[in-house]
């Protein structure tokens, strides 16, 4: 297999996943809302109160899924710096240390993760203090 060949399946493949993320984004976010329509329906349908309908309408708030993506971007840059380091360093995969440096790259990727994370929350929450 030439670099041309091995290239185009790279970017094939690059370009299959991002096609991949699109339609499972579109397919998540559809199930939601129909979940939520049925949701609204049996509200109106069975005459629940106003407390309790808002309880069932109003989605619960999870800290963890807003910095998710976060999570997870700077995870595998510190995966792909560690990779970039063996390469640096010429380790081969059968080393011990080939899986050390990754996973110090992963570990270094998550401490930076938790900093920015720290940051972000102590921001929002100065901002609401100042809007109540």
């Known amino acids: 297999m030439n670099t041309f060949e091995a290239g185009a399946i790279i970017v094939s493949m690059g370009i299959l996943c991002g096609i991949v993320a699109i339609v499972s984004?579109?397919?998540?976010?559809?199930?939601?809302?129909?979940?939520?329509?049925?949701?609204?329906?049996?509200?109106?349908e069975n005459h629940v109160d106003a407390e309790t309908a808002k309880l069932l309408i109003e989605p619960t708030?999870?800290?963890?899924?807003?910095?998710?993506?976060?999570?997870?971007?700077?995870?595998?840059?510190?995966?792909?710096?560690?990779?970039?380091?063996?390469?640096?360093?010429?380790?081969?995969?059968?080393?011990?240390?080939?899986?050390?440096?990754?996973?110090v790259g992963v570990g270094i990727g998550l401490l930076v993760y938790f900093i920015i994370k720290s940051k972000l929350e102590a921001r929002q929450q100065i901002k609401e203090e100042e809007e109540s």
Do not use: P
């Not at 397919?27 to 129909?34: E, G, S």
């Not at 899924?65 to 059968?94: P, Q, V």
């Open 25 to 44: 984004t579109f397919l998540v976010i559809y199930h939601k809302k129909r979940n939520e329509r049925i949701v609204r329906q049996s509200i109106i």
């Open 61 to 103: 708030k999870n800290k963890n899924s807003k910095y998710s993506a976060l999570m997870w971007g700077c995870s595998l840059i510190g995966l792909g710096l560690g990779w970039g380091t063996d390469l640096l360093l010429d380790l081969s995969e059968k080393s011990l240390g080939y899986y050390i440096v990754l996973a």
